[in-house]
């Protein structure tokens, strides 16, 4: 039997264009669905932080935060905000960077690696991105994460005690050192079977024709083998 693609994800769940990048991706993987022929995909989230110096509270709405950290004019901002929008409502996505509560992401994956070892964890990213991009909840204190975390069924306790003793931060610091391993100082970043990358929220069409090539060659490779 084929293995599965294997597809690891590098992202921070503050980050727009990751978020856009996983729903392309997820219509990319479906657009390959059907058939005996089919791709078979395994997709695992790997965490990366994109401004690990944000408070948790942060004094201000997003584009206080961006002006702010990339000395960007709020003018310029406010555009660039209008522009990811555009391209997240083409994605099937509402922003609302109007309710956006900017905060630090560093619990938020160590949940996601408490998910991860409870079979939850693309529920668990799912929750958080849409908590934090469409819906203004506070994704950076425990109380908040964990009522998180029930929702997609994962136990309150578990989670509170996880995320109280710093369980799986070596988890969250580990992917971080892989990422500069891969040389990866941007996201989202896709490694595909461990050898292509892919940068950056490509369109549905790009995951989907590699993926039809990378299985054709398995394919291939296991007729040769026969």
């Not at 948790?56 to 961006?66: H, K, M, Q, R, T």
């Not at 000395?71 to 997240?88: C, D, F, H, I, K």
């Amino acid at each position: 039997m084929t293995a599965p693609i294997s597809i690891d994800i590098w992202s921070d769940i503050a980050c727009p264009w990751c978020y856009i990048g996983k729903r392309n991706l997820e219509k990319g993987i479906a657009a390959t669905a059907g058939g005996e022929d089919a791709p078979q995909v395994e997709v695992t989230f790997h965490s990366f932080e994109l401004a690990p110096d944000t408070p948790v509270d942060f004094d201000g709405d997003e584009v206080d935060f961006l002006a702010g950290h990339k000395g960007m004019p709020r003018e310029q901002v406010e555009q660039m905000l209008a522009n990811v929008t555009g391209v997240a409502q083409k994605a099937g996505l509402e922003y609302r960077f109007d309710l956006l509560q900017h905060t630090n992401t560093v619990k938020a994956h160590e949940l996601l690696h408490f998910a991860k070892a409870k079979g939850r964890q693309h529920d668990m990213e799912e929750r958080l991105m849409s908590a934090y991009f469409t819906e203004g909840k506070h994704v950076g204190r425990i109380d908040d994460l964990v009522a998180l975390a029930v929702e997609v069924g994962l136990d309150a306790d578990e989670a509170r005690t996880a995320l109280e003793s710093n369980q799986y931060l070596d988890d969250v610091r580990a992917d971080q050192a892989q990422a500069r391993a891969y040389g990866i100082n941007g996201v989202p970043f896709f490694v595909i079977d461990g050898q292509y990358g892919i940068s950056g929220a490509q369109p549905p069409e790009a995951f989907e024709n590699v993926l039809r090539d990378l299985w054709s060659k398995r394919g291939e490779d296991a007729t040769a083998e026969a």
